[in-house]
């Protein structure tokens, strides 16, 4: 008796036979194509209309046709099984509690564990969501970075920081593996105890709300000059839209609007693009400088914090199906990540020259449709964006300040807390919106910094380090860390004392 086809067979088979259908006698496309009234008589009658029903999109379609020759579930590919929305929607819960700070957080009983690895993350979605993480708004600033450090000094510098990042990142999933914590203050923990998880506490929580900050300032910039406005009554406007999205406990209700932000955010790169290449087409490039010494120190904190999507890495992996294979996903995504930085950044700046704005942005021609739509939508896509950065550090402040509460217990408490904190951001938006580049640079050197070049090889030498070549590299990169730390804050309070 013959050995039946294996289920893996039966299902690549299947696959096989369904294509062949549409490219022959099912679906006769070159027909349509000469023949217009081959779309009503002679094939899939109302398929228009069927896709727009439950079951409809192809992989429904694949599903039912396997089940109709045999196929058991569990012999089909789980891509074949799981909706769309599910994939959709670890796009859009990016920045949720645990992604930044390696915790579930229960909404019911206010406790939060740490991530435990193990997840359902293919490739595709894994190459998206560090996409995601490291793509954002702070790509917008470079242009108007590099004009404070000049055009050599700033390419080959970013060049650096996003190397040095890379190795850090590299030292931290070594951390990973050898403690099996997907905690970054977890590891902080296991490395030098109590004092290493509240540094990286108080590190992610005051990156992330110099990251709200900062959308609060670009909001209130690209919106004051669009319409005439002033800053304080853009701020005002955005507090009045902002309290109640931050008084969201569960943030899968802001599914659809995040990922409408990011497809804004990504429709706001490609016009930028454009627009550099017109102008570098149409126009004469105006000099630049190759070094400014006096001034390039607030480069090097904003370059620190265009790498903010660091913290976002360890989540990612841990909600890897093979979290072995992070590493060779992780490098051609960052290399391409790296050079993309390089290219806007230098694309701008050698645009405008020494007249870009810390925003590129506003740089766009005026009185343009297509470039308000940008600023009009870049601008919602950060107010979407805005709770998934701010909640993550507000739960941290809440549970330090009211402890462990159920879920209805200090509600109110709650929202007038976090009332209190969106007023304060505004404030010192209010403020740093003068003095936004230096506002960048503090957030990139005394925030992010830490979390990028110091914290990972100062954990690395405490739990993985076995040579002295090893330490040797980790603590030159911890000194090297504090030393761009304590450089850009000199020279950054120094620019703002004489300014």
């Given at each position: 008796?013959?050995?039946?086809?294996?289920?893996?067979?039966?299902?690549?088979?299947?696959?096989?036979?369904?294509?062949?259908?549409?490219?022959?006698?099912?679906?006769p496309i070159s027909r349509l194509k000469s023949d217009p009234s081959g779309r009503s008589s002679t094939t899939n009658p109302g398929g228009g209309a069927k896709l727009k029903q439950p079951g409809g999109f192809r992989r429904a379609f694949?599903?039912?046709?396997?089940?109709?020759?045999?196929?058991?579930?569990?012999?089909?590919?789980?891509?074949?099984?799981?909706?769309?929305?599910?994939?959709?929607?670890?796009?859009?819960?990016?920045?949720?509690?645990?992604?930044?700070?390696?915790?579930?957080?229960?909404?019911?009983?206010?406790?939060?564990?740490?991530?435990?690895?193990?997840?359902?993350?293919?490739?595709?979605?894994?190459?998206?969501?560090?996409?995601?993480?490291?793509?954002?708004?702070?790509?917008?600033?470079?242009?108007?970075?590099?004009?404070?450090?000049?055009?050599?000094?700033?390419?080959?510098?970013?060049?650096?920081?996003?190397?040095?990042?890379a190795v850090c990142i590299r030292l931290l999933m070594e951390c990973v593996d050898k403690t099996g914590s997907s905690s970054f203050a977890g590891i902080g923990r296991r490395a030098i105890g109590s004092a290493g998880d509240y540094a990286?506490?108080?590190?992610?929580?005051?990156?992330?709300?110099?990251?709200?900050?900062?959308?609060?300032?670009?909001?209130?910039?690209?919106?004051?000059?669009?319409?005439?406005?002033?800053?304080?009554?853009?701020?005002?406007?955005?507090v009045i839209v902002l309290v109640p999205m931050n008084w969201i406990r569960k943030l899968e209700k802001l599914e659809f609007p995040t990922l409408v932000a990011d497809a804004l955010i990504i429709f706001g790169l490609g016009a930028a693009?454009?627009?550099?290449?017109?102008?570098?087409?149409?126009?004469?490039?105006?000099?630049?400088?190759?070094?400014?010494?006096?001034?390039?120190?607030?480069?090097?904190?904003?370059?620190?914090?265009?790498?903010?999507?660091?913290?976002?890495?360890?989540?990612?992996?841990?909600?890897?199906?093979?979290?072995?294979?992070?590493?060779?996903?992780?490098?051609?995504?960052?290399?391409?990540?790296?050079?993309?930085?390089?290219?806007?950044?230098?694309?701008?700046?050698?645009?405008?020259?020494?007249?870009?704005?810390?925003?590129?942005?506003?740089?766009?021609?005026?009185?343009?449709?297509?470039?308000?739509?940008?600023?009009?939508?870049?601008?919602?896509?950060?107010?979407?964006?805005?709770?998934?950065?701010?909640?993550?550090?507000?739960?941290?402040?809440?549970?330090?300040?009211?402890?462990?509460?159920?879920?209805?217990?200090?509600?109110?408490?709650?929202?007038?807390?976090?009332?209190?904190?969106?007023?304060?951001?505004?404030?010192?938006?209010?403020?740093?919106?003068?003095?936004?580049?230096?506002?960048?640079?503090?957030?990139?050197?005394?925030?992010?910094?830490?979390?990028?070049?110091?914290?990972?090889?100062?954990?690395?030498?405490?739990?993985?380090?076995?040579?002295?070549?090893?330490?040797?590299?980790?603590?030159?990169?911890?000194?090297?860390?504090?030393?761009?730390?304590?450089?850009?804050?000199?020279?950054?309070?120094?620019?703002?004392?004489?300014?």
């Amino acid at each position: 008796m013959e050995e039946g086809p294996r289920p893996d067979c039966t299902v690549a088979d299947l696959h096989r036979h369904l294509l062949s259908e549409v490219a022959t006698d099912k679906f006769p496309i070159s027909r349509l194509k000469s023949d217009p009234s081959g779309r009503s008589s002679t094939t899939n009658p109302g398929g228009g209309a069927k896709l727009k029903q439950p079951g409809g999109f192809r992989r429904a379609f694949l599903r039912d046709e396997a089940e109709k020759r045999g196929v058991g579930l569990a012999d089909m590919p789980i891509s074949w099984l799981r909706d769309l929305k599910v994939d959709l929607r670890r796009l859009s819960r990016l920045g949720y509690f645990h992604n930044v700070f390696g915790m579930t957080f229960n909404e019911d009983s206010g406790q939060c564990q740490e991530l435990q690895a193990g997840g359902t993350l293919g490739t595709v979605s894994t190459v998206l969501l560090l996409l995601k993480s490291f793509v954002g708004t702070g790509i917008l600033f470079l242009p108007g970075a590099m004009s404070q450090g000049g055009w050599c000094f700033s390419g080959v510098l970013l060049f650096c920081v996003g190397l040095a990042s890379a190795v850090c990142i590299r030292l931290l999933m070594e951390c990973v593996d050898k403690t099996g914590s997907s905690s970054f203050a977890g590891i902080g923990r296991r490395a030098i105890g109590s004092a290493g998880d509240y540094a990286v506490q108080v590190s992610l929580v005051l990156s992330q709300f110099g990251t709200c900050i900062a959308y609060m300032i670009f909001i209130a910039r690209l919106l004051s000059k669009l319409f005439g406005w002033s800053l304080a009554q853009v701020l005002l406007g955005q507090v009045i839209v902002l309290v109640p999205m931050n008084w969201i406990r569960k943030l899968e209700k802001l599914e659809f609007p995040t990922l409408v932000a990011d497809a804004l955010i990504i429709f706001g790169l490609g016009a930028a693009i454009m627009y550099f290449g017109e102008a570098l087409h149409d126009g004469d490039r105006p000099e630049v400088p190759d070094f400014k010494p006096a001034t390039c120190g607030l480069f090097i904190g904003t370059a620190v914090f265009t790498f903010e999507g660091i913290p976002y890495l360890l989540p990612i992996r841990a909600s890897m199906q093979k979290p072995e294979q992070f590493a060779r996903i992780f490098q051609p995504v960052f290399a391409f990540v790296l050079l993309f930085f390089l290219f806007f950044g230098l694309c701008g700046y050698l645009t405008y020259g020494d007249a870009v704005q810390p925003v590129v942005l506003e740089n766009l021609p005026q009185n343009n449709a297509l470039v308000t739509y940008v600023k009009v939508g870049y601008c919602g896509a950060l107010v979407c964006s805005f709770p998934l950065v701010f909640l993550p550090a507000q739960r941290i402040l809440e549970l330090w300040t009211f402890g462990v509460t159920p879920k209805a217990v200090k509600k109110h408490q709650k929202n007038a807390f976090r009332t209190l904190v969106t007023c304060c951001c505004a404030a010192v938006a209010l403020y740093g919106g003068a003095y936004f580049a230096e506002f960048l640079a503090y957030v990139g050197a005394l925030c992010c910094a830490p979390l990028a070049v110091v914290y990972p090889p100062l954990f690395h030498v405490s739990l993985c380090a076995t040579t002295w070549a090893q330490r040797i590299v980790d603590w030159t990169l911890v000194v090297a860390g504090v030393v761009v730390m304590a450089f850009v804050f000199y020279q950054t309070i120094s620019g703002a004392g004489d300014g």
